[in-house]
């Protein structure tokens, strides 16, 4: 496991969080697809913010394949999978109480967070 020091700090931070991969993974989802986020609650690290479980949303882009930051967390695997920009309204997200329901709230979500809403 390679350790974060002071001097790479700013490196690692232009990067960004997740590496993005050039594998050719077949997307599940495309923008204007309907889906609601799983309701998971794992004991590791996930990026699936608790407040958007169990919510439903629309695709708005997919950013491309990145490696599943859970799987590497958890094993170090560099598995490729799509992150997706997920638009949801606030009613959607905290219903009565948003203060402003029509605004709408964008979250990058992997694909394994999401299941096709019928």
Known sequence: MSVLTADRVQEVLRKGG???LDEKVL???KP?????????NPIGHTRLPRYARDKHG???????????????????????QHLYSVCFSAAALWGEDAT????LVHIDLFESYLLADE
Not at 32 to 40: E, H, L, S
Not at 58 to 76: E, L, M, N, R, S
Request: hydrophobic share 35%.
């Open 18 to 20: 997740s590496a993005r």
């Open 27 to 29: 997307a599940k989802f």
């Open 32 to 40: 204007g697809d309907q889906v609601r986020a799983r309701n998971i």
């Open 58 to 80: 629309v695709i708005d882009c997919d950013h491309g394949v990145f490696v599943f930051p859970d799987a590497h967390a958890a094993t170090g695997e560099k598995t490729g």
């Open 100 to 103: 402003r329901p029509d605004d």
